[in-house]
């Protein structure tokens, strides 16, 4: 099947600080890309869509000046948790879609702000 | 009331068993059906896909759909020790907005 990665698997990073966390799609484009955050024992709950060549489209309640999504090529998008603080301390997924709409999930990153 | 509803478990089952996992909707408008795996630390995989009322198999695995009680299953046969993971139900309108349930955590034993 389609192999999603994401960088890195794990970071730890200090309060006031901003972290970048990528995710390529290796072998398919992917124009549109989504970022998840789970919490533990917690269903994933969608963030934003990434779309390639355009803005992010958040869902409800995720500050955008917060969480910056960028899709810059077909291939990657990145999320960059601004400003950290503890409580964005969480497993953050991304998931890119293939040409069948089949959704693929990378290995995740655990971010802890301390 | 949630969209989508699970169990957390965690479930503990001896090796061999079969395995039955549930979920719960309350959105008629859900099409779309699946079942991810999903071990510790790790990113969800897709087990199973289906969009039909009735029974999908793939080896040990039979997913179940029941939209006039909006109810789906995954079950799990002859389970081994590595079955052992989250497993979450996942659920689509038809539009790229997947809802998930919280898992259902599955410890089988050796």
């Known amino acids: 099947g389609a192999v999603v990665s994401q960088h890195p698997s794990r970071v730890i990073c200090k309060s006031g600080t901003s972290v970048k966390i990528e995710c390529r799609s290796l072998?398919?484009?992917?124009?549109?890309m989504f970022w998840y955050r789970q919490f533990p024992k917690q269903s994933l709950m969608l963030m934003a869509t990434?779309?390639?060549?355009?803005?992010?489209?958040?869902e409800q309640g995720v500050e955008k000046d917060k969480f910056l999504i960028n899709h810059a090529s077909l291939t990657l998008s990145t999320l960059t948790v601004t400003s950290a603080h503890p409580e964005d301390s969480s497993f953050y997924i991304c998931?890119?879609?293939?040409?069948?709409?089949?959704?693929?999930f990378g290995q995740g990153t655990r971010l802890t702000v301390v | 009331q949630k969209e989508v509803e699970q169990d957390p478990g965690p479930l503990s089952v001896p090796e061999g068993a079969i395995v039955s996992l549930n979920c719960t909707y309350s959105?008629?408008?859900?099409?779309?059906f699946m079942w991810y795996r999903q071990y510790s630390r790790k990113g969800p995989e897709l087990l199973m896909y289906?969009?039909?009322?009735g029974n999908k198999e793939d080896g040990r695995f039979t997913a179940q759909v029941d939209k006039s009680s909006k109810y789906i299953s995954l079950f799990i046969r002859d389970s081994q020790p590595s079955d052992s993971a989250t497993y979450l139900c996942?659920?689509?309108?038809?539009?790229?907005?997947?809802?998930f349930g919280t898992g259902t955590r599955l410890k089988v034993l050796a």
């Open positions: 998931s890119a879609r293939d040409a069948t709409g089949e959704a693929f």
């Open positions: 072998d398919f484009q992917a124009t549109t």
């Open positions: 990434s779309n390639e060549g355009s803005k992010a489209t958040y």
């Open positions: 959105n008629s408008a859900f099409q779309y």
């Open positions: 289906t969009y039909s009322s």
């Open positions: 996942a659920m689509s309108a038809g539009t790229y907005k997947y809802i």
